[in-house]
């Protein structure tokens, strides 16, 4: 049976299509990988460009943040200024408000000298 060449050719026929099925699978798993690995590349670029684009826009915004900081502490600076401003002259205007009393008074008093003395002539 060993002789038998129709056996020995299947024997090889057998093993020929063996080898050529793994050979097969593994240009398949071969290509599967090297799609899967495109596509990995695809993806590792595009988060590498919206990386970079969220750099840039977060180093826009901590300029923006800053100049607003910087805005907000002028205004604040600018509303303390304002406010030492009305302190003073809410100050001034009880001073004045004070005199203005004293000068009805004493204008009054005087009216009324001057009416004493209307009366007495």
Do not use: W, Y
Not at 9 to 29: E, L, P, Y
Not at 78 to 102: C, F, G, H, V
Not at 115 to 120: D, G, L, W
């Amino acid at each position: 049976m060993a002789d038998d060449p129709a056996a020995t050719a299947a024997a090889a026929a057998a093993a020929a299509s063996s080898s050529s099925k793994k050979r097969g699978r593994f240009a398949q798993n071969i290509a599967a990988l090297t799609e899967r690995t495109r596509l990995a590349r695809q993806e590792i670029e595009k988060m590498v460009d919206v990386t970079a684009q969220l750099k840039e826009q977060c180093a826009i915004q901590e300029k923006e943040s800053a100049a607003l900081e910087a805005e907000h502490l002028d205004a604040r600076a600018e509303l303390d200024a304002l406010r030492e401003r009305i302190d003073t002259l809410s100050e001034d205007k009880a001073k004045i408000e004070q005199r203005l009393q004293e000068l009805r008074a004493e204008s009054a008093k005087l009216d009324a000298f001057a009416r004493q003395q209307e009366s007495a002539r």
